[in-house]
């Protein structure tokens, strides 16, 4: 008999990938559902954010030297406790946490991966009940199994990431993740508990119409940066316009929905902060390689986000990221 199913979970996605390749471990597909069970977890406690206390400031200050929001502290703590106790991680580094931790145990000195990860995207947002998210990046280690994790296997350039995704805490949650055969996307079906497979095969479409930026650091841009924006408010019907302008402020759902749809996000460096905000281990390195893979580009302005060798876990660097077409005009821009 052929039982007809039409939706695929998570679970069942990954080993059916897993079938094409004989000599495949399955950590990879473990650690995926690893980090789907936290997202889980994450999800209930975003979903009654309003009704628990678990709101607002916990009082202290991230490495970063940001206000820590407890619900950071929950995601935080969610993602680092399912991948210590999972059987595909040798260590994580997480925005909240100052250095990476390499887990001590034998099963995970044994496994192949680590995995970097902003626990809470878009935190600022949490009060005013805007969609929030996750954002996870894979490598395989570089030191020898058995041993214990060391700082050389985090500090490695994103281009040799393994896997990347994110998880978007929206109207709908989803997890959509990346490995170089391709991009997909799991929307989190309530009655079941389960990422079903909603968005296979994301393609980033070759243009779009939207263009996300915050406006209010304009003239802290570099001139190229606003030439840029400039074209953007002046596209008529004639040169694929008009654009419009969408800014969340939660990175995860301004990439997200460019992806989809097509558009380009940017957080510049501005003259005050040159290396801009967003973190390259924890957010940039993971979007520019589901966006590559879907076909758009990343950069920092000057070269591929992916090739920038990284100097400590928590730098900070400028980000563009989105439809080709539109990446190669700003470059165009910022050129000149
Ligand atoms: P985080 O909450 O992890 O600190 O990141 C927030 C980031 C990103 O999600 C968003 O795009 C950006 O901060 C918004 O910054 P501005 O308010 O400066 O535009
Ligand atoms: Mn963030
Ligand atoms: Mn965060």
């Given amino acids: ?31 995926l559902r690893d980090i789907g069970l936290a997202a889980k ?40 406790g399912v991948l210590q ?31 970097l990860y902003d626990p809470l995207d878009g935190s600022g947002n949490i009060d005013v009940n805007v969609s929030i998210g996750t954002i996870f990046g894979v490598y395989k280690r570089v030191t020898p199994l058995g041993s214990t994790a060391s ?3 985090f500090l490695q350039a994103g281009v040799q990431q393994v896997a990347a995704g994110y998880i978007v805490y929206g109207s709908s949650t989803m997890l959509v993740y990346a490995t170089r055969r391709g991009v997909n996307g799991f929307t989190l079906d309530p009655s079941i508990g389960e990422f079903c497979l909603s968005h296979p095969d994301i393609k980033c479409p070759d243009a779009g119409n939207i263009y996300s930026v915050n406006h209010g650091h304009f003239f ?11 074209r953007c408010q002046g596209k008529t019907k004639e040169n694929g316009g008009p654009y419009t302008q969408r800014y969340i402020g939660s990175m995860v759902s301004d990439v997200h929905r460019n992806l989809i ?13 040159p290396e801009g905000k967003l973190r390259l281990m924890y957010e940039c390195n993971p979007f520019a390689f589901i966006m590559e893979v879907a076909g758009g580009k990343a950069t920092d302005g000057k070269k591929r ?13 400028p980000f563009f990221v989105g439809s080709k077409s539109m990446m190669e005009e700003l470059e165009l821009c910022l050129n000149q």
């Fill in 1 to 31: 008999m052929i039982v007809n199913r039409k939706v695929l979970t998570l679970d069942e996605f990954t080993i059916q990938q897993l079938r094409n390749f004989p000599h495949a471990t399955g950590e990879l597909s473990s650690l």
């Fill in 220 to 230: 802290r841009y570099e001139k190229g940066v606003q030439d840029y924006i400039q």
């Fill in 85 to 115: 106790h999972g059987i595909s991680c040798a260590g994580i580094a997480s925005e909240e946490i100052d250095d990476y931790i390499a887990f001590e145990d034998e099963v995970s000195k044994h496994s192949k991966y680590v995995c």
């Fill in 41 to 80: 977890r994450v999800n209930v406690e975003v979903n009654k954010a309003g009704l628990v206390d678990i709101l607002g400031d916990d009082g202290s200050v991230n490495v970063q030297g940001e206000d820590v929001k407890k619900l950071d502290v929950f995601a935080n703590n969610q993602f680092t």
């Fill in 305 to 317: 986000i992916l090739d920038i060798v990284p100097q400590k876990l928590h730098q900070r660097t």
């Fill in 261 to 273: 749809k097509g558009g380009i996000f940017m957080y510049p460096g501005t003259t005050d902060k």
């Fill in 151 to 153: 700082r050389e296997d």
